[in-house]
């Protein structure tokens, strides 16, 4: 990442934390602490073994990215799914550190690079689609909800949720149109800069052009990335419930698929630090969850993200500098990593 890169990552995540600690000093500390409390070590336990399943669907987005892989293959694509949810949630300022990281998890154990990107690539757009579509269904979730509530003073709610979906549309459809002719513009340029860089990008693109000639693997990533937003919200569903508030299946599904929206749009600040706290802080009232208990929500979400990605990143790193060959020798043909 460039000093520029760096420096704004900074700035925004300073930002981002002085409005997530306002947003936490409105609701009160000891109202959170009090929500947190009522959890428990053993419900905050059961809650993180839960999130851990959400891998299984994300894992089977990527390997179907990938047509050709053989099924017993799948473990490793979840490895690398949660190596690369990891680099993002606990390494905020890399913002490109967990594509990285999970691509070096897959071409280290011999899977080709250009096939290891390509499959990143199906992978991130039928992400993006499913997202849309489960941020939709929210959005319909949380109109009915609110109408139900005799909540109409909140149709400029309403109007910018679903302004906020059209630019969602938008990006996800600039985002398929735009691939093929970057990887031709980033051909043109590496073959000028890097050694063999117009090569690999010629084959990543042969491998684009084969899978999504498979629609049969497109369809599957796209389901399995859905069931992955489905299983996110399911664990957000069963925090709640474990912190002694719970709610209707539809009033989960409005409130996530919205939270995962305004963090996908705010994805310029690192770990979206400040902007899911006010998120939740907003849009939790409006459905009927308390304040303290919608930020307590977030908080122990994060808390979640580092119980999990602390020890994934650790054992990622010992895995990589046992594989890594001495200095000198460089990358060697079977793509195993150097540093």
Known sequence: MSARLRIGALILSALG???????????????LAGTITRMGVGGFLLFVLASIGIFVPLGAAWIASCPGEPPRRAGLFMWARAAREA?????????????????????ARGIAAPRVYAAMTV???????????????????????LLD????????????AWAGAGVSLAVTAAFVALQRPALRLAGAIGGKLLPRGEAMLEAIRAELDATYRSHAAVAAAFVFN?????????????????MGAPVPFWTALALESLILALRSAAFMVPGGLGVQEAAYALLGPLLGIDPDTA?????????????????????WNANAWRKSPPPACGRGPGGGLTR
Not at 136 to 141: D, Y
Not at 149 to 160: E, I, K
Not at 295 to 315: E, Q
């Open 17 to 31: 934390l002085a409005v997530g600690l306002w947003v936490i000093g409105r609701v009160g500390l000891d109202q």
């Open 87 to 107: 680099a993002n949630e606990v390494l905020p300022f890399s913002q490109l550190g967990g594509f990285v990281v999970g691509a070096r998890t897959l071409i």
């Open 123 to 145: 992978d991130i757009t039928t992400e993006m689609a499913s997202q849309l579509l489960f941020t939709l269904v929210g959005l319909a979730a949380m109109g009915a909800l």
């Open 149 to 160: 509530g005799g909540a109409a003073h909140h149709h400029h709610l309403r109007t910018l």
């Open 226 to 242: 859905l069931l992955g937003w489905l299983a996110t919200m399911l664990c957000s569903w069963l925090a709640l419930a474990l």
């Open 295 to 315: 930020v307590a929500l977030s908080l122990v979400k994060r808390a979640r993200d580092l119980a999990i990605g602390v020890p994934v990143l650790i054992v």
